[in-house]
């Protein structure tokens, strides 16, 4: 099935912990990658444990709602993997903040979860391949919020501007070597 972004979706799916991770990332100065199917990743599973950055991700559960009400999304609901320890707490405790629409809380296994709701009509908001590859609807949150804060991704969101910033530091830091290396 060929997944299609959506833009302004009334009804969504969020896979909470990957799309909080990323918005964190992105607001943190942490590595965030657009990827060849457009989505934004992160890599800070690679450095920290979700456990450890429960607090942090759940500060921006403010920022979550501000971006689905600029959407317009009148009903999301927010998918939290079981396998996640405090789940169970992160869910009780979402279900007391104020939001402004109506919002819902499944803990349960994420990816058989989104997919459900996405082959249900809701759009889904996630950069897991494997539900993205099997849902009708996706939403780039992350890319969206960072379109709505910056107007868009600085070039070394792209692996290609990594790889050319890179290559012009390490041009540049070699060439200035040999000048002061050769200067007589």
Not at 13 to 22: E, K, R, Y
Not at 118 to 127: F, K, M, P
Request: aromatic share 8%; glycine share 4%; charged share 30%.
């Amino acid at each position: 099935m060929e997944s299609k972004k959506d833009y302004s979706p009334r009804r969504i799916a969020v896979d909470l912990i990957n799309t909080l991770s990323t918005i964190y990332a992105l607001l943190h100065g942490h590595p965030v990658f657009r990827c060849t199917d457009g989505f934004l990743r992160d890599i800070l599973s690679s450095k920290f444990k979700v456990r450890e950055m429960k607090d942090e991700l759940m500060e921006l559960i403010p920022v979550l709602d501000d971006l689905l009400g600029k959407l317009n999304v009148e009903e999301a609901i927010l998918v939290i993997d079981k396998p996640i320890p405090w789940s169970r707490r992160i869910a009780s405790n979402i279900l007391e903040m104020q939001w402004k629409r109506r919002v819902k809380v499944e803990v349960g296994m994420a990816d058989t979860l989104l997919i459900k709701y996405g082959l249900n009509g809701y759009s889904v908001a996630t950069s897991d391949i494997v539900v993205l590859e099997k849902t009708e609807k996706t939403v780039d949150l992350p890319a969206l919020l960072a379109e709505d804060l910056w107007g868009g991704l600085p070039r070394q969101c792209s692996i290609a501007g990594i790889i050319d910033s890179w290559y012009t530091r390490t041009c540049s830091e070699r060439d200035r070597f040999i000048r002061s290396n050769t200067s007589t």
